[in-house]
């Protein structure tokens, strides 16, 4: 069992930054862990994902250079520094977690999701 618990959402202007955290718990041992975001109306979309160590990280075009991911293995913490948001980034942020190293971009190959966060960017 993994729990994922998704932190730090909020309502923001555009230009502003917000960082996202997932506190991540149970066997976790070996497992990539990725953000997806999913708005109003539409599907599941690929945001940032880590990899178990930490050292491969991969971003969607339209968050590169904007948003960071990291992973604090002594804290269980996955974040999700997000900068200059713009009002497109509005969304519920959730992290979710599969069972292997690296991460995909495929919401179906990940097993474990939190119950997602709330972020609002007005313009």
């Known amino acids: 069992q993994v729990q994922l618990v998704e932190s730090g959402g909020g309502m923001v202007q555009a230009g502003d930054s917000l960082r996202l955290s997932c506190a991540a718990s149970g066997r976790i041992n070996g497992r990539a862990i990725s953000w997806f975001r999913q708005a109003l109306g539409k599907g599941y979309e690929f945001v940032a994902g880590i990899s178990w160590t930490g050292d491969k990280t991969d971003y969607a075009d339209s968050v590169k250079g904007r948003f960071t991911i990291s992973r604090d293995h002594a804290k269980g913490t996955v974040s999700l520094q997000m900068n200059i948001l713009k009002p497109d980034d509005t969304a519920v942020y959730y992290c979710?977690?599969?069972?292997?190293?690296?991460?995909?971009?495929?919401?179906?190959?990940?097993?474990?999701w939190g119950q997602g966060t709330q972020v609002t960017v007005s313009s």
């Open positions: 979710a977690t599969r069972e292997n190293l690296r991460p995909t971009r495929r919401r179906d190959d990940y097993d474990y």
